[in-house]
């Protein structure tokens, strides 16, 4: 397995605290969707611990594969389910007012109808639910707008709450930037 040195500090502690500051608790159901090779997943495992459960949600093959190599190595939890969709489609079996939090990091940009996206995590978060989006303002193909992801936020049944900047993973890079918090109106 080739991991660099500070992916490894980021996977064994600083994901950990970078999440409890965005404010995921102990025994909290989380869904990390377009979760990628679990750069959040398995903080995420960590911090809610064995009384919570963790979803990571992908359709590569590969990066699922390294997730499930990397996960005996940085966590004891047996906590993570992972549900790989295919075409992005948002088919998956999460029941009504079951989710505590959802991280939307970096993937925006894949996915061509956010509406139905917002409106399937509306119906799977409780009542107090928070949506984490993470645009990744690192220039890449299909820059997210803000104003945009907002407005069908709002129309979904969400508000923003706060914006703030922390230190993260984006791809293999530790920068600081912004996550937007959502809640249920």
């Known amino acids: 397995m080739n991991i660099s040195k500070h ?24 869904v990390d969707f377009g979760c990628g090779e679990g750069r959040y997943v398995i903080p995420l495992t960590n ?13 590569i093959d590969s990066a699922i594969a390294v997730i499930k190599e990397r996960m005996p190595i940085f966590t004891k939890n047996n906590n993570l389910e992972i549900l ?23 993937v925006l940009q894949y996915i061509e109808n956010w509406d139905n996206l917002f409106c399937y995590f509306f119906n799977a978060l409780k009542p107090d639910g928070q949506i984490f989006i993470y645009p990744a303002a690192i ?13 069908k936020m709002d129309k979904s049944g969400f508000k923003l709450v706060k914006s703030h900047k922390y230190t993260m993973m984006h791809a293999t890079d530790i920068v600081d930037d912004i996550v ?6």
């Open 7 to 30: 992916e490894t500090e980021w996977l064994q502690s600083q994901g950990a605290k970078m999440l409890q500051i965005l404010g995921i608790k102990e025994g909290a159901s989380v």
């Open 47 to 59: 911090v809610v611990g064995r009384k919570g459960k963790v979803y990571a949600i992908e359709h």
């Open 84 to 106: 790989k969709i295919d075409n992005l489609q948002i088919e998956l079996p999460l029941q009504k007012n079951t989710i505590d939090a959802v991280l939307i990091f970096d």
């Open 139 to 151: 220039p890449h193909p299909g820059d997210i707008d803000m104003e945009v992801v907002k407005n």
């Open 180 to 185: 937007y918090t959502f809640c249920v109106k």
